[in-house]
């Protein structure tokens, strides 16, 4: 997320409006902004909406406000283990790491 634009940005870049907005960004927090043709084109989030961040190789989602998803604590310890319940669980969180869904 950033506050004020960037100084070159490159065509059909886009970004996440950050907190206390400055110059052409000013009053559009939370909007993502895209440079394109030239001008900012703004686009107000929805409930649900889901971008992907390539800077952290993650997703974000909007849920009156930006949330970046987190990975789930892999089990360890306990009394009971199911080695092979861990093992699909650790998997499982792998794959969604492939797929962008946690940084």
Do not use: K
């Not at 092979?84 to 962008?100: F, K, S």
Request: hydrophobic fraction near 35%.
């Amino acid at each position: 997320m950033l506050s004020s634009p960037p100084a070159s940005p490159e065509p059909g870049a886009c970004y996440i409006v950050g907190a206390q907005p400055s110059d052409e960004w000013t009053g559009r927090e939370g909007s993502i902004a895209g440079w394109i043709d030239g001008q900012w084109t703004f686009v107000a989030p929805y409930h649900g909406l889901i971008v992907y961040d390539r800077q952290t190789a993650g997703s974000l989602v909007y849920r009156d406000g930006w949330v970046r998803h987190q990975a789930p604590t892999l089990p360890s310890g306990g009394n009971t283990i199911d080695a092979e319940a861990r093992t699909a669980i650790e998997e499982l969180v792998a794959i969604l790491r492939q797929h962008g869904l946690f940084p």
